[in-house]
């Protein structure tokens, strides 16, 4: 079973719906989650990130996390056709040289 | 704005053939990473440096792969010989520490996309 698991899509949605995109994890030891977000032929970027449990709201981003369902969410509300890309859920331990582990990513596609 | 240059963006190579990826990370990162996304995966790490030391590279098949980072600064991965398998992109980023702390913000490059055929 892999650490972190993500629901690959694709997911097609039309312009100005909301998007939630999923993520679950098994390690107890994660702290940090985040999103980040991957265009095609690009890096990765960091959208936003969450420490522990909560949410945490940037713009038309709000990122949830419950930690003892071990499980976390992206929702993108009015989305655009910008927003289509790869999701990719993110999460470390805390200290020291923690690795990030990375989901497999979420292909969204926003259609005008 | 500072980027992380990655050369070459595209490389096709025979398999058994040597092939080397160069990262530059921006300025006075001292975390460096290189990762492999296979398409439709997520990024996988190969191996992490703090300045010019391994931290991690559990993950490197060593028998093959290798990493250096000589001065601290640009780094450059190796595969010898390479093999249809190793087809993926080769991702280098380099971090800043959140600024909660205790994690880090990756900073990725556009990638090296390999072709073993």
């Known amino acids: 079973q892999k650490e972190v698991e993500q629901d690959p899509g694709p997911l097609s949605v039309p312009e100005g719906a909301i998007v939630s995109l999923n993520c679950t994890y098994s390690n107890s030891a994660f702290q940090y989650f985040m999103w980040y977000r991957q265009y095609s032929r690009k890096g990765p970027e960091l959208l936003m990130y969450t420490y522990s449990s909560g949410n945490k709201e940037d713009g038309r981003f709000t990122a949830q996390v419950d930690k003892s369902s071990k499980y976390i969410s992206l929702f993108i509300r009015d989305s655009q056709p910008s927003d289509s890309a790869t999701y990719l859920c993110?999460?470390?331990?805390?200290?020291?040289?923690?690795?990030?582990?990375f989901g497999t990513g979420t292909k969204l596609q926003v259609i005008p | 704005e500072a980027e992380v240059a990655q050369s070459p963006r595209y490389k096709i190579t025979e398999k058994s053939q040597a092939v080397a990826f160069w990262c530059d990370p921006i300025s006075g990162h001292a975390t460096l990473y290189w990762y492999r996304q296979i398409l439709g995966q997520g990024p996988e790490l190969l191996v992490q440096?703090?300045?010019?030391?391994?931290?991690?590279d559990s993950q490197l098949p060593k028998d093959r792969f290798s990493a250096e980072r000589l001065k601290g600064v640009d780094s450059t991965l190796k595969i010898q010989p390479a093999e249809l398998g190793d087809s993926a992109m080769y991702l280098c980023?380099?971090?800043?520490?959140?600024?909660?702390?205790?994690?880090?913000?990756?900073?990725f490059g556009p990638g090296t996309r390999l072709t073993v055929t």
């Open positions: 980023a380099s971090s800043v520490p959140l600024q909660r702390g205790g994690s880090y913000e990756q900073y």
């Open positions: 440096f703090q300045d010019e030391s391994v931290v991690d």
């Open positions: 993110a999460m470390s331990a805390s200290g020291g040289y923690q690795k990030v582990t």
